[in-house]
Nanobody
Framework: QVQLQESGPGLVKPSQTLSLTCTVS??????????WSWIRQPPGKGLEWMGV???????CYSPSLKSRTSISRDTSKNQFSLQLTSVTPEDTAVYYC?????????????WGQGTQVTVTV
């Protein structure tokens, strides 16, 4: 039903901005009771929640990443995007977009396949 697809450059240089887009099909990002999130997994580490944008456009970010993270949306394209500024090699990770459902304790019910982003000179 709902499908999410991450897209964006796989390589980013240190100090630059990482930009990714999640394209949603099978559901609208403005539909009530759902929110749209970015999660990442560095190599050898666990999942790290980065932030979320709700159906009304409101946002919330992980405290550890808030100063560098921005999530936005384009409702006409049914897309939401991630920008992470001032990246370092420690930002190398697989980045996922996902849907959060209000119906089940804010669990994630759909994931994108993930996209590898490497920060390197």
């Amino acid at each position: 039903q709902v499908q999410l697809q991450e897209s964006g450059p796989g390589l980013v240089k240190p100090s630059q901005t990482l930009s990714l887009t999640c394209t949603v099909s099978g559901g609208s990002i403005v539909t009530s009771y759902y929110a749209w999130s970015w999660i990442r997994q560095p190599p050898g580490k666990g999942l790290e929640w980065m932030g979320v944008i709700a159906h009304d456009g409101s946002t919330c970010y992980s405290p550890s990443l808030k100063s560098r993270t921005s999530i936005s949306r384009d409702t006409s394209k049914n897309q939401f995007s991630l920008q992470l500024t001032s990246v370092t090699p420690e930002d190398t990770a697989v980045y996922y977009c996902a849907r959060v459902t209000y119906y089940s304790d804010y669990d994630i019910d759909f994931w994108g396949q993930g996209t590898q982003v490497t920060v390197t000179v």
